[in-house]
């Protein structure tokens, strides 16, 4: 199916000069590393030049045909095999072959359809499925595989590793799988039906996808059969491969982690099915730093039992060696707490059997109109709302969260806290700490004068000396609230719930802190702002300015599940 080529070694500053081309697209922050991400860092070698290899030009099921590199230990014997696919060019993630064979793996590493060297249309991850099942097929088939096949990437890495698993194959034995999401659309594109205008944006055009991958992502809004087809998380049953999944709770693939990890693990197939890892630290884009944002975790390097290490991963599942690292706890995760604090609790790494941790149905915490944030509802009618004006050609700043291309993680709120059109709801100081791990959900009651709005959560530690730091949020278009495949445009001045998702988090909140909670209906430029209109998406440029109430009376108690962990 593909005819091999010699190519020699790709030399030393021709290597540089792709790398920082590439690093100086995507600004001054970096974003080289968010790109391909610590992974490739893990494997030691994503910095050095490409060593010699043979160049394939592998026929996909429709003639397209992708160029794949093969890096061989040497001798004349089959060996258990790497493969890595991905956007990024090949020629870099190259440089971790010289390391993979001298462990006596042959390392694959392929450009995805129309990317650098392969050919087909130029679009992000719009066939990886039958490709990468496609490429597993012609790898079991070589003389050097000995029938064991492995994955490995990060961020698009570890979407098209995802992408392929989908497909069913039997010819995957393991997988790591560093920061990516199953759905591209629930956890890549949009956010409760909110476009994830930054991430997007910045992403098609620093990487230089085709002129018409942006016009077709922003052209399906809702969860409709462009999304379905590619969808992973639709078909977990299909996934036959242990695999280790590490998030961060900034990252931009937060939630995707924890839920593709649950997926793989309660619903897999036969292999995939109670055989998976998952690590979640303090992380943004790139992992296995003690920074995020404006705060340092201590030890957030150094997840315990070496469970993110791919080598032992790969050892384990490509070469049956006995190390232990499967039968280390399916859990791995860190605990945030107090960093200013070098006694508080918290900022420690933790294991347990299952995500979350504990069973808890989660607190009600509600909002009320003086402001306040508490275990207490609402007990009479005058207890009953607060409004706010959002103006679309002001929109509310994204301030820390979970971004790729500006800047990420926990960052202090004033910017956002002191604005009109920013709800704010704080909790009295805590008499003794309060431990919360697992997803958080609220449940709000909401009006506009406006057909169609959004509504933007977001839950924060506030320090003693007044820093609010944001640990979780998240985002509901209006016109989505039955659901992320229709739309249902409001009635102006009727009430309606909304149920907004702020994903996850592990944290501990120390003793004289407090919580906060922002309402509001804008956060840009991480999200595209709402214009209010009730129009198609991006199918106009009127705007109007939305009057929103948000309800906190008996009869509509807004309020925030927490999954407090109690007694311990």
């Known amino acids: ?312 991963w790969f050892a384990r599942w490509l070469k049956g060696e006995t190390n232990g690292i499967d039968a280390l706890p399916p859990v791995t995760y860190y605990v945030v707490g107090d960093v200013a604090d070098p006694k508080a609790p918290g900022n420690t790494w933790r294991t347990a059997q299952a995500w979350p941790p504990f069973a808890t149905p989660g607190q009600p915490w509600y909002l009320h109109s003086d402001r306040s944030f508490n275990t207490t509802a609402a007990r009479k009618v005058a207890d009953t709302s607060l409004s706010y004006d959002y103006d679309p050609e002001n929109p509310a700043p994204t301030v820390g969260g979970i971004q790729l291309t500006i800047p990420a993680g926990p960052i202090d709120q004033a910017r956002v806290e002191s604005r009109h059109d920013v709800l704010v709801f704080t909790s009295e100081p805590l008499g003794a700490p309060l431990e919360m791990t697992g997803r958080v959900r609220a449940r709000l009651w909401i009006s506009s004068d406006s057909r169609d709005t959004d509504f933007f959560m977001t839950l924060c530690d506030v320090y003693p000396g007044g820093k609010s730091y944001n640990l979780c949020e998240g985002a509901l278009r209006a016109r989505f609230r039955g659901g992320l495949e229709r739309e249902e445009l409001l009635q102006p001045g009727r009430i309606y719930p909304l149920d907004i998702d702020l994903w996850s988090t592990s944290v501990i909140f120390n003793t004289g802190h407090r919580l906060r909670v922002h309402v509001t209906s804008s956060s840009t430029p991480g999200f595209d702002p709402n214009p209010n209109t009730g129009a198609g998406f991006r199918s106009g440029r009127e705007t109007r300015v939305a009057h929103n109430t948000v309800y906190m009376d008996p009869g509509h108690p807004s309020h925030l599940l927490l999954p407090v962990v109690s007694g311990r």
């Open 1 to 312: 199916m593909g005819k091999g080529v010699k190519q020699a070694a790709i030399p030393p500053d021709r290597h540089q000069t792709r790398a920082s081309v590439l690093h100086r697209s995507l600004g001054r922050r970096g974003l080289l590393l968010s790109l391909l991400l610590a992974s490739a860092v893990h494997l030691g070698g994503a910095d050095k030049p490409v060593a010699p290899h043979e160049t394939f030009r592998i026929r996909m099921r429709d003639g397209v045909n992708l160029a794949t590199d093969v890096y061989l230990p040497g001798t004349n014997q089959p060996y258990p095999v790497i493969l890595a696919r991905t956007p990024y060019n090949k020629n870099f993630i190259g440089g971790v072959g010289p390391e993979a064979t001298r462990r006596g793996y042959a390392f694959v590493v392929q450009d995805t359809r129309g990317r650098y060297e392969s050919e087909g249309e130029n679009l992000p991850f719009d066939r990886d499925r039958d490709d990468g099942e496609d490429t597993v097929d012609w790898i079991v088939k070589q003389a050097w595989c000995n029938g064991k096949i492995g994955t490995w990437g990060g961020s698009a890495g570890a979407i098209t590793q995802m992408q392929l698993a989908s497909s069913g194959t039997h010819h995957l034995d393991c997988m790591h799988l560093t920061v990516g999401a199953a759905s591209l659309y629930r956890e890549l594109a949009y956010d409760g039906g909110v476009f994830r205008k930054s991430l997007i944006e910045d992403w098609i055009r620093a990487t230089k996808f085709a002129s018409n991958a942006l016009p077709t992502w922003t052209s399906h809004p809702a969860f409709d059969a462009y999304w379905k087809q590619r969808d992973a998380s639709l078909r977990y049953d299909q996934v036959r491969a242990p695999a280790v999944h590490i998030g961060g709770y900034w990252d931009i693939f937060a939630q995707g982690a924890i839920d593709t990890y649950l997926g793989y693990q309660s619903h897999g197939g036969p292999g995939a099915r109670g055989t998976q890892k998952l690590v979640m630290g303090p992380w943004t884009h790139g992992v296995l730093s003690e920074k995020a944002g404006e705060l340092k975790f201590p030890g957030a390097k150094s997840p315990p039992g070496g469970i993110h290490d791919p080598w032992k």
